[in-house]
């Protein structure tokens, strides 16, 4: 159909004689479209997505193979000012995966165009060296009969991951930016994140989906025991939230609310793994986790790392 992102972007008589491969980094504000783009740029629900803001907070890579093309595509965590520690880190993995991207795709919502200028939403002295294409998203939002969309020159692209508008030609011209290099990956591989990492994801992508707006964000999850090669796959979390008040909304009334998180979370395991889950999950408090460096450090938080700039 017009504008699938799955239809070839590189023409069988125009196949490259060697391998491209790189790194690209789908940065911007938060909620600006970057994980619903990435599914639908890979196929596959890896990323969550809220209407919330700050629901990225762990870099999420995903896959695209075609041809003698392969796109590493890096779902970023939303450039914000913190606020916490917690949003330190985030904006912290931000840049750091921005920097060491091949392309840079600057995402910005089409209903408010025009985007900033990068440099400046990243708060850099300098521009990074990688090539930055401004890729308005949510495009179907904006009425066809607005002809003067607003562009940054040729690296401007409008698209949609809800009708695929815009992302062949968003691939063609990241393509035509990627080194020539060997995969990285095997080619049918879509992501490169273990299992664990999508359990915590789904689980959180559910209390976003279930809860107001306070708990969601003061909610993690950590996988305890995961026991792959069984029939269902046995996965045990425990889920973290920092205050006992919040403990209890989480549970519901009469278990109800944390049942719906689990059967959410674990119908969109079943799908990615294509196999039967069974997930028992536990709720603890853990006072003010998000503002604790040693505790960010174990749910995948990495401490500050210096780095020049850009």
């Given at each position: 159909?017009?504008?699938?992102?799955?239809?070839?972007t590189?023409s069988?008589?125009?196949?490259?004689?060697?391998?491209?491969c790189g790194?690209?980094?789908?940065?911007?504000?938060?909620?600006?479209?970057?994980?619903?783009?990435?599914?639908?740029?890979?196929?596959e629900?890896?990323?969550?997505?809220?209407?919330?803001?700050?629901a990225?907070?762990?870099?999420?890579?995903?896959?695209?193979?075609?041809?003698d093309?392969q796109?590493?595509?890096?779902?970023?965590?939303?450039?914000?000012?913190?606020?916490?520690?917690?949003?330190?880190?985030?904006?912290?993995l931000?840049?750091?995966?921005?920097?060491?991207?091949?392309?840079i795709?600057?995402?910005?919502?089409?209903?408010?165009?025009?985007?900033?200028?990068?440099?400046?939403?990243?708060?850099?002295?300098?521009?990074?060296?990688?090539?930055?294409?401004?890729?308005?998203?949510?495009?179907?939002?904006?009425?066809?009969?607005?002809?003067?969309?607003p562009?940054?020159?040729?690296?401007?692209?409008?698209?949609?991951?809800?009708?695929?508008?815009?992302?062949?030609?968003?691939?063609?011209?990241?393509?035509?930016?990627?080194?020539?290099?060997?995969?990285?990956?095997?080619?049918?591989?879509?992501?490169t994140?273990?299992?664990?990492?999508?359990?915590?994801?789904?689980?959180?992508?559910?209390?976003?989906?279930?809860?107001?707006?306070?708990?969601?964000?003061?909610?993690?999850a950590?996988?305890?025991?995961f026991?792959?090669?069984?029939?269902?796959?046995?996965?045990?979390?425990?889920?973290?939230?920092?205050?006992?008040?919040q403990?209890?909304?989480?549970?519901g009334?009469?278990?109800?609310?944390?049942?719906?998180?689990?059967?959410?979370?674990?119908?969109?395991?079943?799908?990615?793994?294509?196999q039967?889950?069974?997930?028992?999950?536990?709720?603890?408090?853990l006072?003010?986790?998000?503002?604790?460096?040693?505790?960010?450090?174990?749910?995948?938080?990495?401490?500050?790392?210096?780095?020049?700039?850009?």
């Open positions: 159909m017009p504008g699938d992102p799955h239809e070839p590189v069988p008589s125009v196949r490259p004689s060697v391998q491209q790194h690209v980094a789908l940065a911007g504000r938060p909620n600006v479209g970057k994980s619903a783009l990435l599914n639908a740029l890979v196929g629900h890896l990323a969550i997505v809220s209407p919330k803001a700050q990225t907070r762990l870099p999420v890579v995903g896959l695209r193979t075609e041809a093309v796109f590493i595509f890096h779902d970023l965590p939303g450039l914000l000012d913190p606020d916490y520690l917690m949003q330190q880190r985030m904006r912290e931000a840049l750091q995966g921005a920097r060491r991207a091949d392309v795709v600057h995402l910005h919502p089409a209903p408010e165009a025009p985007a900033p200028d990068f440099t400046t939403l990243a708060g850099l002295s300098q521009p990074l060296p990688a090539p930055v294409l401004t890729v308005y998203t949510k495009a179907d939002l904006v009425p066809d009969r607005l002809t003067d969309r562009t940054d020159g040729p690296g401007a692209h409008w698209v949609s991951a809800t009708t695929g508008e815009g992302i062949p030609e968003l691939l063609r011209e990241i393509a035509a930016l990627l080194p020539i290099a060997p995969f990285e990956f095997p080619a049918d591989d879509l992501g994140q273990p299992l664990r990492f999508f359990a915590v994801e789904y689980l959180r992508e559910a209390a976003f989906e279930l809860l107001g707006d306070e708990v969601p964000y003061a909610f993690t950590e996988v305890d025991e026991r792959e090669h069984t029939d269902p796959v046995y996965i045990r979390a425990t889920l973290y939230v920092e205050r006992n008040s403990k209890g909304i989480l549970i009334e009469g278990g109800r609310t944390i049942k719906e998180l689990g059967r959410r979370a674990r119908m969109r395991l079943e799908q990615l793994m294509g039967r889950v069974f997930l028992e999950t536990w709720v603890k408090v006072a003010n986790w998000r503002k604790d460096g040693a505790l960010l450090e174990r749910f995948g938080f990495p401490g500050h790392r210096s780095s020049s700039d850009p």
